[in-house]
């Protein structure tokens, strides 16, 4: 049984900043892609970022600049540092991570709200 546990979320004034953490446990042989996915309300969950094992990075065009993902390997952990935070972050966060031979898997979501 795979488990993905984020934490880090929280309410934050505009122009703050946010790390979001995300550890996959279980028995896990390796994890080829890690991502963070949001969803704002009445919206589609949309992705935010991903990385790969070998560190190589994509992020959406409304996060460019701003927001930073990393990973530890050794510890199945993907990050996501948020800095310069619009009100349009403002959504639940997901951690999405791709295991070799189990498949896709997703975190339980942790709230980001962004407001003065």
């Known amino acids: 049984q795979v488990q993905l546990v984020e934490s880090g979320g929280g309410l934050v004034q505009p122009g703050g900043s946010l790390r979001l953490s995300c550890a996959a446990s279980g028995t896990i042989f390796s994890i080829s892609i890690m991502g963070w996915y949001r969803q704002a309300p009445g919206k589609q969950r949309e992705l935010v970022a991903t990385?790969?094992?070998?560190?190589?990075?994509n992020y959406a065009n409304s996060v460019k600049g701003r927001f930073t993902i990393s990973r530890d390997n050794a510890r199945n952990t993907v990050y996501l540092q948020m800095n310069s935070l619009k009100p349009e972050d403002t959504a639940v966060y997901y951690c999405n991570a791709i295991i070799e031979r189990l498949g896709g898997y997703w975190g339980q979501g942790t709230q980001v709200t962004v407001s003065s």
């Open positions: 990385i790969t094992s070998g560190g190589s990075t």
